[in-house]
């Protein structure tokens, strides 16, 4: 069969309404209700430049999100398009069996470990950071049956935090509600989450980061230290509404972990490369992990991949120890996503991009924030670093009082803020927002004006007794 070098034609446009009816007939979507999804229609979503997205029917919208956290060098890069060009052409496809390897994945790692502090040293790659918590709690758990403490295998996370929605992923989340699906895996504890506005009493933000923390010896107690494997943990929680832990919160976890031997695993799928100024969000807080998962930023978003970076003490064991790794996936380290990937953090490096991050954008955006709804009557607490930030809505702010109905007004303050031209999250009763890394001050000016068109106009609906329910 001949190969064919003819280029192929631009499909003929198509209706908002023919997409919207192909989508509904053919395709679930992640996390909505479909059936009311189907009544109302999905924004069709067709070209993407810089911060700005536009849809089937020509409206502009500045994406505060990054898509999900993860479009860090925005959209329409030729850079990152033709790494993905030229790796297709040269070698689209093949898998680390077999005793191989390709050039891509092994500049990729010497790139990657070459921006990641020195105590770490092996990647294991992955599609996604769902697949990345997979693999977390595979090499936890054979870490120490290598060691000859194959009892040593309960992982805990925390309520409300977000590993992913694979099986396992989503056992060592704690999303109640995804809970819902069906029975978990075993061995698998949670505590409490560090959220200071939530947390009823008179404790300082300092206190109840300590007592958070205090939450996880207990539990390493509670099921025996030499039962528990590993505390996994984002740095800061995303999904779970962008929720920054006291500063005390960290050194005292790192001090449990270490205490009882008990492996310290960062979740830096959202945090990392950047987000916080810093290349990866544990290093703003100043505690050691000795795994990170990663993905979103690694490619900024424009092709799949992730992964779990080991620290130099668990890689050792594994290789030198080890025997056969029994796991593996058939993308696992794609050339093409790999040469995205070193585009990427090319780019990122040599273009200053975390460094203005951390000097100059994410600044812009903290102070304009505090500027615009540090007095709001309905912004209770504003939290966030470089480009990432959540607003907190509260009925008193002095009290900590929430509204009872807080999901309902942040998902109508984020079809506002589509209705205004600007794409932010709503996660219990908080208002996300994460733009690419590469923003201009014009871009968070932009962000901010519309996001504050859009918490006034739900302002005024609460006071006028009209919002609709989500």
């Given amino acids: ?28 979507h992640a996390f909505l209700d479909q059936k009311a999804l189907n009544a109302e229609g999905p924004r069709v979503i067709v070209r993407g ?79 996604s950071g769902s697949e990345a918590n997979e693999v977390l709690i595979r090499s936890v758990r054979r870490y120490w049956q290598i060691l000859g403490q194959p009892q040593k295998k309960v992982m805990i996370g925390r309520w409300n935090g977000y590993h992913g929605s694979t099986l396992a992923a989503t056992a060592l989340g704690g999303m109640k509600f995804m809970h819902d699906m069906g029975g978990l895996i075993p061995d698998v504890a949670h505590i409490d989450e560090p959220y200071w506005f939530a947390h009823e009493g008179n404790l300082t933000p300092a206190e109840f980061g300590l007592r958070c923390a205090r939450q996880l010896e207990e539990k390493i107690l509670e099921l025996g230290a030499e039962n528990v494997a590993g505390f996994i943990a984002e740095p800061f929680q995303g999904a779970g509404g962008m929720i920054f832990p006291p500063e005390s919160y960290w050194p005292q976890i ?46 900024s978003g424009y092709i799949p991949m992730g992964g779990l970076v080991l620290s130099k003490r668990i890689a050792q064991v594994l290789v030198e120890q080890g025997g056969v790794f029994a796991h593996g996936l058939t993308y696992s380290g794609h050339p093409v996503a790999a040469a995205v990937a070193i585009a990427n953090l090319k780019a990122l490096r040599d273009e200053g991009v975390v460094s203005q991050v951390k000097n100059d954008t994410g600044p812009y955006l903290q102070q304009c924030l505090r500027e615009v709804f540090g007095n709001h009557p309905l912004i209770g607490e504003i939290q966030g670093t470089g480009l990432v930030a959540a607003l907190q809505f509260a009925e008193d702010k002095a009290s900590r009082k929430r509204f009872a109905n807080e999901n309902d007004i942040a998902w109508r303050c984020r079809t506002l803020g589509f209705e205004e031209g600007v794409i932010i999250r709503s ?22 004006d519309k996001t504050r068109r859009a918490v006034e106009r739900t302002a005024g609906e609460i006071e006028a007794g009209t919002l609709p329910s989500s």
């Fill in 1 to 28: 069969m001949s190969t064919s070098n003819q280029q192929p034609q631009p499909a003929a446009p198509r209706s908002t309404q023919d997409y919207q009816a192909a989508d509904a007939a053919h395709h679930i």
């Fill in 427 to 448: 996660t219990f009763g908080r208002m996300i927002m994460a733009p690419a890394l590469v923003a201009s001050r014009g871009d968070i000016d932009e962000l901010v």
């Fill in 254 to 299: 790192q001090r449990i972990c270490r205490q009882y031997d008990v492996l310290l695993c960062a979740d830096e799928v959202i945090g990392g490369f950047g987000r916080t100024g810093e290349w990866f969000a544990h290093q703003h807080f100043g505690f050691e992990p000795d795994t990170l998962s990663i993905a979103k930023g690694l490619t």
């Fill in 49 to 127: 430049e810089g911060l700005h997205l536009w849809d089937n029917d020509g409206k502009r919208y500045l994406d505060g999100m990054s898509g999900l956290w993860c479009t860090n060098l925005g959209y329409g890069r030729k850079d990152l398009a033709a790494a993905a060009s030229a790796q297709l052409e040269q070698l689209p496809y093949y898998n680390m069996f077999f005793h191989t390897t390709h050039p891509a994945v092994v500049e990729l790692s010497e790139l990657l470990f070459s921006l990641l502090p020195g105590h770490y040293s092996h990647a294991i790659y992955t599609n």
